[in-house]
């Protein structure tokens, strides 16, 4: 998987995360373990705290996070045109 992500280029939208996380839902309803094994790019990382971060520049916008998250737990969305990832065969 990293050697396919490493071709891909990412445009880093520097003003806005197209994912926020709702720390306490994260903590009341425990999905900080699922977001972190969902994710190829592994965008999330579970701190010593409980809370989980997020390094949205590396997301590859597959949207499995969004899948497995309890309602309000995470807001998901694509980042404004022209930022993101853009993906390259070969």
């Not at 306490?24 to 977001?35: F, K, M, P």
């Not at 997301?59 to 980042?79: N, Q, R, S």
């Amino acid at each position: 998987m990293s050697d396919r992500l490493a071709g891909n280029r990412f445009e880093t939208d520097e003003q806005e995360s197209h994912i926020q996380v709702d720390q306490e839902q994260v903590r009341r309803t425990g999905c900080a373990d699922r977001l972190v094994a969902v994710c190829p790019a592994r965008v999330y990382a579970r701190e010593a705290d409980g809370t989980v971060s997020v390094e949205y520049a590396a997301c590859c916008e597959c949207g499995a996070c969004a899948a497995v998250a309890p309602p309000g737990a995470l807001t998901w969305h694509y980042p404004r045109g022209g930022m993101g990832v853009q993906f390259r065969e070969g």
